[in-house]
């Protein structure tokens, strides 16, 4: 049974979610504020974690930052209000795998969960392969990347997102292919793509205002292009 931490300081708000995971079968934890999410990851280590943003002790602003420090890559669902655009994009930033804004319905917080960790568990299932690119290696199967001799921090996301650019050199994909065939959602915010385009860009790209890999396709979306040899 998967395990879902979920963390929000609103009784009322995570009862409802709680029951709602625990009638679609995941076995469900909750904690109340910050300081307690990263105590209960860490000792329970659950396969997913759905994290409101305004929480006390510890904000989930830094909960997130704080996850995305550590080697195991929980996926996070962050729960934003209407009007934190700019904390959801932070969030977003810092390595969260999606987002749903309050006031949410839970049954489309249970098919988001659900989407996130069928996301998760076929990447840790791909078949191991090494995809290079000149002084760019990815190794699917021990889910490693680096530039040169520097190991790559890359989110859950960003791991998957780089793959599948470079598995499909030369392709022109936009914002709703790319949410789609990476995060599998069928509807989304294209912010999500943009916002994951622009960490990438800063960890394998020389000049990241300039970007020479992962190109933007104006009117379109984003396409990688190669920089060694086909063989490399």
Do not use: N
């Amino acid at each position: 049974m998967q395990r879902v931490l979920v963390v929000d300081d609103d009784q009322t708000v995570s009862d409802v979610v709680c029951r709602y995971l625990e009638h679609a079968g995941y076995h469900v934890d909750h904690v109340g504020d910050g300081a307690a999410a990263l105590v209960a990851v860490a000792r329970d280590a659950p396969h997913l974690v759905v994290l409101d943003l305004m929480l006390p002790e510890v904000d989930g602003l830094e909960v997130c930052r704080r996850l995305r420090a550590r080697p195991d890559g929980v996926p996070i669902i962050m729960l934003t209000a209407l009007g934190d655009e700019a904390d959801r994009l932070v969030g977003l930033a810092l390595g969260a795998d999606d987002y749903v804004t309050k006031p949410f319905s839970p049954r489309e917080l249970v098919l988001r969960v659900g989407s996130v960790l069928r996301r998760a568990g076929a990447s840790a299932q791909h078949r191991a392969e090494v995809l290079a690119d000149g002084d760019l290696v990815v190794e699917t199967g021990s889910r490693v990347a680096r530039l040169g001799t520097t190991p790559l921090a890359l989110t859950l996301r960003e791991f998957d997102l780089l793959c599948h650019l470079m598995r499909h050199p030369a392709r022109a994909f936009t914002r709703e292919e790319l949410l789609e065939e990476v995060w599998g959602w069928s509807f989304g915010d294209h912010a999500t793509v943009t916002v994951h385009v622009r960490r990438l860009r800063e960890k394998i790209e020389a000049d990241p205002a300039k970007p020479a890999r992962i190109v933007t396709v104006w009117g379109v979306g984003y396409r990688y292009e190669r920089q060694g040899p086909a063989d490399a």
